[in-house]
């Protein structure tokens, strides 16, 4: 993202609330735009394919009477500005016509399958953060000014290994030795809490070993701070050194991590989901890119699209919470 | 960008360097022969050994059609390895050339190409190769066509963001002066300069492109039968984890290896490039500080706040010893400059009485006592609460010694939260009071506001109500005026004064700047080397200095009564590197009246009368009435 144009001093220091709606309302016309653009390359997508798409879709063998009834109810022989104004509506009132296939309104799939992934994610993200931010910084803490290269070295190379093992590779070595060996854990499938131990930690464990890697690299520069000696000058407990002075420092960083990871996570889940037979969007946009079931596609495009710009949005109002300066810079 | 070879070929022959060298050639190899050794075994189909499991003929079982498991998985190997780097040469072409492209489109079109290498940048390149897929259908043509162009923003955008720095640089612009056309810029003095992290970058991409388009072919994208990569085979596998597991995991560990190696390359070629080899750090010798003799605790010695006897501190991983046996005394109520060089040992000194040596430092003394106790022999809780207490320290930096993400007030109210038990309200309420008693304006608002919002002098001021807050009987301000401008040093200096006449606290004032010391102090230190080599009252410093050294510092302060025609007086020479102190007077290679002697033996640190000691040989003899230990330290 690129940052605003120099700080105003004026604009900062009018008004009581200080630069937070000036902020917000540029973050959120940021986010708008880059909605539209999204939607607009979904919908290109599928006016490029080559040949008629749905041809392509319904196959050679479909009746000539057959592609055009559903040429007609698609609209797709309106002008195209018609379509993509349709389009746009029905993104907006959540009605994006029927799927080729199965003839069901997209919506619906939508609707059905979205919990399920939107679960998945959370769970594996939560379970990352919450992972990889307190070993992260302790192994900082254990390394800092050169201290312990056994626990240096020890820690970079499982955390290194972890952040280049695929999540699908991870999941069928993890089926392996759970499910299929020791018979502990369900397969695959979606069914009671047990089912999603597999998944979200095959989801985790690549995003959690590079937030880990960035969060002690992280902690090593904050520790090494001015501030920071200042703050064992005055004899804190450990507790406060960390946590208060430390912590707060490289939040920003960790939360840009974050972000990055939990958009990769998400399209991990399309391949983990495959693995384990997940009912969850990424699994069926597999099934309806193969089948080539634009409406539906088209609407997949738009969910993990606007989820990785809300996300994007999420994690830059986050950093202006934890590190205000960054609001001033950015407005 | 000149670095020396033998550094690049170091970091081969690291561990990791060699390992990485090693797999890569095993890849690569199997790569190469699998398919010419192995090829019929993997591909001919044997009915009647239809999904075995191991045995001697087929090491890991065979597939539902009879072929040889790890027979496939090996020849596989070409297949997956040769689309990696194809998907990767083609990323890095239409990534490099979208990300140069900016430099040549004029300003509009320039950065609307910028806007959307950053917008696409933000998605992962999975997801979008899955959606182009959409228009460039699914086989080993269209993914590996579809994952270039997914990956081909990040390149387009290290490109961009490496030629954007060398474009700002000096010869770009005086290309541009000698109208040197935009696309010729671009390939003759851009391009070559981002080659490096280029190379890097695709290093690591092979990996990750080998990573996704196993994940593609998996997904049923990639790869089509007959044709079979990794991806493609696990996909075959999957189905038959229960009856032979190994038709799944033998891809599963060769996507692993093979991932790990050209991402394990591309980290060895990041340090070939930027010339970091990890050289192992010498040996570390443990020196174990000696215990300390046990020196007579007489409760508060009189109305002296710090008593450090022969101070040193070493670091062992380097070998040296920055402070050398230093003594000294410090009483309540007294200002007591240490003027030195950087280098000299003063901070580290100061250090040391705070137990803020960085480590690997190991501080040694036969006694250091701080109000009457020896700090060194207390339990940890108690030492903490004695530092923290009656010891404050005000740091050079005010820019970067209070914590931008702590509010000012909390970072003060939270040494009388810690040690003197103060609930959180009344903490703040002191907090307040020694933020006025600095003379910081409207000090209940700048407690609650982040030092982001003080000027320097302001945070110099905070850090002084710092140290204010739990009634220290010692401060030490390490060179606390040098980063500030020179009216708001004279404003702090005064500050300083204030604070130790008010409170009856002894102030140790740390500095390079003798004329600063001079205007506070009342008696001063002057360190060389890692020693005190003269200790005066400020009355004798301008015309009465012992040492030679104190005398050229006093010669060197400029002044408005000076004649301007003149040179400044200097130093001649530098003050010896800490691992290569000479035998003798440390000062005897700059000192104008040195001698052979001088060079031999290291003078002693001896009184020449009250609160005067001097380290060397050749004082001049009018100097500080008679020497009362002119005998001690003769020359043998």
Known sequence: ?331 | MRRSTSGRAAVLRTPLGISTLVLLVAVVGVAVVAPLVLGSRAETIDVAAMDQGMSAQHLFGTDPLGRDLLARTLVATRLSVVLAVITTVVAAVVGVLAGALPFVLGRRLGRLLVATINLSVAFPSLLLALFLAMIFGVGAQGAVLTLALAMAPGFARLTHSTAAAVAGSDYIAAARLLRVGRARIVLRHILPNIAEPLVVNATTTVGTALLSLSGLSYLGFGVQAPDYDWGRLLSDGLGSIYTTPAAGLLPCAAIVVAGLTFILAGEVATQVVSGRSRRRGTARRVVTAPVAPVAEDTGPAGDVVLRVEDLTVTFPDRGTRPVRGVSFEVRAGEVVGVVGESGSGKSLTAAAVGALVPHPGVVEATRLDLAGRDVRRLGRAERDRVLGTSLATVFQDPMSALNPAVRVGLQLAEVSRVHQGLSRRAAAARAVDRLAAVDIPSPERRAREYPGTFSGGMRQRAMIGMSLMAEPSLIIADEPTTALDVTVQQGVLALLRDVVRQRNAALLFISHDIAVVSRIASRVLVMYAGQIIEELPVSALVDDAAHPYTRALVASIPDMGMDRRLPLATIDGRPPEPDRLPVGCSFAPRCPLADVGCAEQAPPLVAIGENRRVACWKPPSDVGGPRSTAGEGGRG
């Open chain 1, 1 to 331: 993202m690129t940052a605003g144009p120099a700080p105003r001093g004026d604009r900062i220091r009018s008004g009581l609330r200080g630069p937070w709606p000036v902020f917000l309302g540029r973050q959120l016309g940021r986010f708008a735009a880059s909605m539209v653009v999204l939607a607009t390359a979904a919908f290109g997508m599928v006016h490029a394919i080559p040949g008629d798409p749905v041809r392509n879709a319904l196959g050679l063998n479909a009746q000539p009477a057959v592609v055009a009834a559903t040429r007609r109810t698609l609209g797709l022989d309106d002008p195209l500005w018609t379509q993509y104004a349709r389009f746009l509506r029905g993104l907006v009132t959540w009605d994006m016509g029927d799927s080729l296939i199965s003839h069901v309104p997209v919506a619906q799939v939508m609707t059905r399958l979205i919990p399920a992934t939107v679960g998945l994610a959370a769970a594996a993200f939560v379970l990352a953060v919450v992972v990889a931010i307190p070993l992260g910084l302790l192994a900082g803490i254990a390394t800092r000014d050169g201290r312990s290269r056994g626990t240096h070295v020890a820690f970079t190379s499982v955390t290194g290994v972890f952040s280049v093992v695929p999540d699908f590779v991870l999941g069928v070595g993890l089926v392996f030795v759970f499910s299929v060996t020791f018979k502990v854990l369900p397969v695959a499938g979606q069914s009671g809490p047990e089912s999603y131990v597999l998944p979200v930690i095959a989801l985790a464990a690549g995003p959690a070993a590079l937030l880990a890697r960035v969060v002690r690299v992280e902690a090593q520069r904050v520790l090494a701070e001015d501030y920071l000696r200042t703050a064992r000058s005055k004899r804190l407990p450990a507790r406060l050194v960390y946590l208060r002075h430390a912590l707060p420092n490289l939040l920003t960083a960790a939360l840009t991590i974050s972000g990055l990871a939990l958009s990769s996570l998400l399209a991990g889940t399309v391949l983990v989901e495959s693995v384990f037979a997940w009912p969850g969007v990424g699994n069926q946009l597999v099934r309806s890119v193969l089948s080539k079931d634009f409406p539906v596609v088209e609407a997949m495009a738009v969910f993990f699209g606007g989820s990785v710009l809300l996300i994007n949005l999420a994690v830059d109002v986050l950093i202006a919470v934890v590190d205000p300066r960054s609001v001033i810079k950015e407005t």
